[in-house]
């Protein structure tokens, strides 16, 4: 690297921390990672027991939320033969070819646990960072200074157990998720798991089909239920969250209705004890596809939340006593926590998050520090909003993207969701392709129109995948354009690998003849537009869905 190269601290060398890396290469910065653990990968590499300092971990039958096509990164891709969602074995195999493709390790430097992340003596005119770190090894600990920072240790700060009276005195056992691994040691025993969203229903569904005595969930205020398959056997979120589902267009939404794909196919909540009971206080998303039939067979029972806890069971909100209890696990998410941050206000008075567009805190005296994956679950894909969050960054520290004024980004926090230190999930589509649109990476619709309309309907009506955002800009990628159009034979194909003849343009149209009409007419209207606005000066397509969803 020339000696004039910015260097960037990386701080963690999970999914975030790989492509931080390669985020900082591609924009010519000099990435050093810091890894507290001996593996890359984060929590999808999986042990047995927790390793020192760990929070978030996985448990022994896990698989993904967001099928692979989803999931995937933007230029390296899940192979085809790939389950259509992979467990933690592929994924870290994934995560490590991922690695050693793009050679990525030379970068990480291991058993590196940061100790604290301050100011340099002299950041009021250089905006530089002191990194202090403990070498796990030789416990020594190491001083450098930084150019810039990407703080890239995940949005799980800590975990988080809710506050129940009479905790203390109860005689059973109590932990968090993080620590459970297999349904083995709890055989026999009744079980309370509280909490309402992924991981709790899947310890659930698992805890009763494997011999417990009894296993509640205990939900506070319902949940929406969706099967990881549509009714048709698709994966949801491929269907649900393309971009024209995302739009008001000739009521585009009404035909991804969440009702063909939440609750298991459109099971109502309220039959199972998961409808809200309070529809203006936050309900949980819970991707599960066995739930209603595993409360069907009485494997789970649907419990409101726990008032207090006596000796040897709990007390519920509706006044119930449950005696006998052995275990209570509680399946309670993690909060937002950046310890290692010294001097850096990252909530308000409030609690809000401060980080404009959920990357850069706002009050910084100078643009040289970006958080990737504060918010760790964006749906329908993680791991591409991840990827663009550490694209976006890495303009910000080489000083090829500006940051407007501080009023303005205060403003533009304000107008978003607000986000607390408590982890959660957020609809990702449209936030990748504001990103994309701030670096370049954005493609033309007007201009796949004209020149490849067969993408430029793949655009509006497939999945929003990750190549979208390496058609075009410096970082490029020459098999995006086939990955968009193989997405769908990839995810099907583990389902079914008997070869299917190719498809034609002919036999293509037909099939899709409904759509191709409309975004024909979508098309025509656009064109009718522009038209009136060369006439029309004082006529701007600013409003509506076109501010929405802008073509430019």
């Avoid at 079980?191 to 494997?210: F, M, Y």
């Avoid at 370049?440 to 995948?465: C, E, H, I, N, Q």
Wanted: hydrophobic share 35%.
């Amino acid at each position: 690297m020339d000696v004039n190269t910015k260097r960037v601290a990386v701080i963690g060398a999970g999914v975030s921390g790989l492509v931080a890396i390669k985020s900082c290469l591609e924009e010519g910065l000099e990435p050093v990672c810091f890894e507290r653990h001996d593996q890359p990968g984060g929590l999808w590499y999986y042990t047995s027991e927790p390793r020192p300092g760990q929070v978030a971990a996985l448990y022994r039958s896990i698989i993904t939320n967001q099928s692979k096509e989803l999931l995937g990164f933007s230029d390296f891709r899940f192979s085809k033969e790939d389950p259509l969602y992979p467990g933690h074995e592929q994924v870290y195999e994934y995560l490590k070819e991922y690695m050693n493709v793009f050679d990525l390790e030379k970068y990480i430097k291991y058993n590196r646990r940061v100790v604290k992340v301050s100011p340099s003596e002299d950041h009021h005119v250089s905006g530089k960072w002191t990194v202090q770190v403990h070498n796990t090894e030789s416990d020594d600990v190491e001083t450098d200074t930084f150019d810039g920072v990407m703080m890239c240790s995940g949005g799980f700060g800590d975990i988080y157990i809710p506050k129940i009276p009479g905790m203390k005195d109860f005689k059973g056992t109590t932990l968090h998720a993080n620590l459970y691994r297999e349904p083995s040691p709890y055989r026999g025993k009744r079980v309370i798991v509280v909490g309402a969203s992924h991981t709790a229903g899947e310890l659930s569904c698992e805890l009763g089909r494997h011999q417990c005595a009894k296993v509640y969930m205990s939900v506070r205020n319902g949940t929406i239920v969706v099967s990881r398959l549509t009714k048709s056997g698709l994966p949801y979120g491929m269907t649900v969250t393309s971009r024209a589902a995302l739009t008001s267009v000739s009521g585009w939404r009404d035909r991804f209705d969440a009702e063909h794909f939440v609750s298991g196919g459109g099971h109502p909540t309220d039959r199972f004890g998961l409808k809200a009971k309070d529809p203006t206080k936050p309900i949980s998303v819970m991707v599960n596809g066995d739930m209603q039939t595993c409360i069907a067979a009485g494997q789970v029972t649907v419990i409101p939340e726990i008032s207090k806890f006596t000796t040897n069971g709990v007390i519920l909100s509706d006044g119930r006593v449950l005696d006998d209890i052995d275990v209570v696990i509680f399946a309670t998410g993690y909060t937002i926590d950046y310890k290692t941050l010294e001097g850096i206000q990252m909530f308000d008075r409030n609690g809000v998050l401060t980080l404009y567009k959920y990357i850069v805190p706002v009050d910084l005296e100078h643009p040289s520090l970006v958080i990737v994956g504060a918010l760790e679950t964006f749906i329908p894909s993680t791991w591409n909003t991840l990827e663009l969050q550490a694209q976006w960054g890495a303009r910000v520290l080489n000083g090829r993207l500006r940051l407007p004024n501080k009023n303005k980004m205060k403003s533009d926090i304000y107008s978003r969701p607000t986000l607390t230190n408590h982890y959660k999930v957020l609809e990702c589509t449209l936030y990748q392709d504001e990103l994309a649109r701030d670096i370049g990476l954005l493609p033309s619709v007007w201009k796949l129109l004209f020149t490849d309309p067969r993408l430029a309907y793949a655009y509006f009506f497939g999945p929003a995948v990750g190549p979208w955002y390496r058609l075009q800009g410096s970082a490029s990628w020459n098999g995006a354009r086939d990955a968009i159009l193989n997405t769908w034979e990839n995810t099907l194909y583990p389902l079914n690998p008997t070869p299917k003849p190719r498809e034609t343009w002919k036999s293509f149209i037909w099939r899709n003849k409904r759509d191709v009409l409309i975004i024909s007419m979508i098309g025509f209207g656009l064109i009718l537009a522009s038209q009136l606005c060369q006439v029309n000066q004082r006529f701007v397509p600013t409003q509506g869905w076109l501010k929405t969803y802008p073509f430019y």
